[in-house]
């Protein structure tokens, strides 16, 4: 308690003197990701060298005993014998991939016996969610397979940007970092902040009769577990792609930070 009070008010003693460097307001900014959830999608090179390995594999193995593995007559060794036939026309074409095969002969499979398709059948999980269908840029289900970004509008004239804030003369960069993502984003997000020294850099001349310009300093953090609960400062919010990012945020903005986004 003592602390937290201390720390509140230090904090109302330094909002009146922000940090100015070299007639440059100092700003810290926080570029906050959510990592992957599940793997990417295989790139069309990857895909073939897989199916080149799979095909290769299986031309150097031996035969599958199915008497051995399948009673004779039941459904799974009628399911394996129509698997087996497509796999042996793919082995016979270059273009044809081994896995598209039997996705595809399984397909076929279930569509013809229905009554049969509950059984010994292993559900994939979609690798879509319900927020990539509704297009919902403020979930963190969205993507699942890539790096999202958290940006922010303060206000509809204002552009999009990381969350970001003047530093106090009182406090260290870090510091101003951790303050500003809890105050315009609140406290409900378990994030990680990489390290203590920043990523990159953003220099601003003085505009619309401000004495100073700025620099914004891009601090390093990820989420875990939460969401965004935006202050009344914090008009909007989204967890953006990179190729999102590169169309939402402002030309020279966006240069400054792109070396430091992830492309997964």
């Known amino acids: ?124 999980m979609e690798r879509s969610s319900k927020a990539d269908v509704e297009n919902n840029k403020q979930s963190l289900d969205r993507c699942l397979q890539r790096t999202l970004y958290l940006v922010v509008k303060k206000a509809d004239a204002e552009p999009w940007q990381f969350p970001e804030s003047a530093v106090d003369t009182s406090e260290y960069l870090h510091e101003a970092a951790e303050r500003t993502l809890k105050e315009e984003c609140g406290a409900a997000m378990d994030t990680w902040f990489v390290g203590r020294q920043p990523i990159g850099v953003y220099k601003q001349a003085s505009t619309r009769g401000l004495e100073n310009g700025s620099k914004t300093f891009f601090m390093k953090a990820r989420v875990y577990a939460g969401q965004v609960k935006p202050s009344k400062q914090v008009s909007n919010f989204a967890w953006l792609t990179k190729e999102e990012l590169s169309e939402t945020l402002a030309p020279e903005y966006y240069k400054a930070v792109k070396d430091s986004l992830g492309d997964i």
């Open 1 to 124: 308690m003592l602390r937290h009070t201390l720390f509140n008010a230090k904090r109302g003693l330094a909002t009146a003197s922000p940090l100015v460097i070299k007639n440059a307001r100092i700003q810290a900014s926080v570029i906050l990701s959510r990592t992957p959830q599940i793997t990417r999608d295989a790139s069309p090179f990857e895909q073939a060298y897989f199916d080149y390995r799979e095909k290769l594999e299986r031309q150097e193995s031996i035969a599958t005993p199915t008497e051995f593995y399948f009673k004779k007559g039941s459904v799974a060794e009628r399911r394996w014998k129509q698997d087996e036939q497509a796999r042996s026309e793919a082995m016979k074409d270059s273009a044809v991939s081994l896995s598209n095969a039997v996705s595809q002969s399984q397909a076929t499979w279930e569509k013809e016996n229905e009554g049969l398709a509950g059984i010994n059948k292993a559900d994939k």
